[in-house]
């Protein structure tokens, strides 16, 4: 039997090229070895202000870039978070063993809650145990994420700890699988790329707006002249190009720079086609198959059944370990 895993994404906009090398393409890699359950976790979306009109169309373009990305139905699940129940269901249970004070000092917490001040919600706070839900549901022994996703991983291991001694064995410790694009920095070169920072390209971004993001992007802010050697280690460009170019264009570009040889413009020029080259079969298939909607609604509708079945055997396991079976009502 394969061991199972599971990862999400929020369904918050377009997908980037950070959600792309930190998350699908490990997913991607990992489809043939495991049971891989791959979530799109729209009620995680929902803990800061969004626009729930436009809910629908994301979570079906979040379906179609998982598709058209390479994650092949034939070879894992994908699902919508919100269509089984038994995610909410597990999150209350879990909140009871989940004490306040570990989910206060949750970083994401913490820099969401500054952020969206005026909205600081339960959802907020009780997102990473929403998540871990979402994982332990489904027994997931591994969770392919990218870094920034790691105190949350943690936070689920202890809640797994907390509940397997108060109510006996139940949950294995899901540990974590890190890609090699485990942190893409945005377009400015300082923060993560982040659809809610407005420094991302997105995956189905064509060449020509590839290139317009990239010619204003931050390089190593010591280079000032073309004339000055560059230092690739502190160049957000030279790091994406180690995630896009190969071994021949990375060596030009990184000799090039250090020695004054080419200027920034070239350097990003090469990743740009670089970038384009990798993600145009993705945004053409993607166009394809919205199309074809009642493809994606078959996909998801299969692995949502399949989501459910492995989820209502866990809700019944817990149910009898928390006690509320209720025999005398049968
Ligand atoms: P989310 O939606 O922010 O991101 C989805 C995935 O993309 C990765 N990622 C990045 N990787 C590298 N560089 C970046 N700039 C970058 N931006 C995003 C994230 O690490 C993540 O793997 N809490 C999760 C969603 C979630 C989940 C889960 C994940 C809910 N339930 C259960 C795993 C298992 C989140 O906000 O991801």
Redesign the pocket.
Known sequence: MKRRI?????P?GKL?I??Y???IKNWIDLQDDYDCIW?I?DF?SMTVPYDHEGMSSRVLDCAATYLAAGLDPEKCELMIQSRVKEHTELTWILNTVTPISWLERVPTYKDKSKRFSDNVNMGLMD?PV??AA??ILYKAEA?P?????LP?LELTREIVRRFNSTFGDTFPEPKEIVSE??????LDGQA???KSLNNCIYIDETPEDIWKKLSTAVTDPQRVRKTDPGDPKVCNIFSLHQLFSSKEDIGYCEHGCKTAGIGCIECKKILAENIAKELAPIREKKTELLHNVDYIKDVLNSGIKYSKKIASKTIEEVYQKIGTTYPFLK
């Open positions: 599971f990862s999400g994404i929020q918050t980037h950070g959600n090398l930190g998350a979530g976790v995680h997102y929403l998540m979402d994982i969770v994420v990218g870094e920034d996703q949350h694009g485990a942190l893409v920095r945005g993560k790329m982040s």
